[in-house]
């Protein structure tokens, strides 16, 4: 699946749109990073950041509040040494992403 999603990015930056990847696979890749830092190895975390940088910028000025904090959060996964427990960070992220839908309405509608 990350093979296909890696094809996914090339092809839309081969685009060269004047739109930031991250507008069009943005929920799959932080979709993948939950999944790789859930995961809980060092390695699977990293690459989590790996890909999560590819849309860090994107996500800073475009994406909601709770969104920006999931990114965060993930990105950094790896570097804690009290790892909070994997159960822990979803709910976490879960309830950061509550109001992911309603943000972007509120974004949308002030343009």
Do not use: C, N
């Not at 093979?3 to 090339?10: I, K, M, N, V």
């Not at 930056?13 to 979709?31: A, F, M, N, T, Y």
């Not at 993948?32 to 996500?59: C, F, H, N, P």
Request: glycine share 4%.
């Amino acid at each position: 699946a990350i093979d296909s999603l890696e094809r996914l990015y090339r092809f839309v930056e081969s685009l060269q749109l004047k739109l930031h990847p991250g507008h069009i696979l943005g929920d799959v890749i932080i979709g993948t990073a939950r999944m790789l830092v859930s995961l809980g190895d060092t390695k699977s975390q990293k690459y989590a950041a790996e890909w999560l940088a590819k849309i860090e910028t994107y996500a800073d000025k475009f994406e909601s509040e709770g969104r920006q904090k999931v990114v965060a959060a993930l990105s950094v996964a790896w570097k804690k040494d009290d790892k909070m427990d994997t159960d822990e960070m979803d709910a976490e992220m879960d309830t950061d992403e509550m109001d992911t839908d309603a943000d972007r309405k509120t974004k949308k509608a002030k343009r």
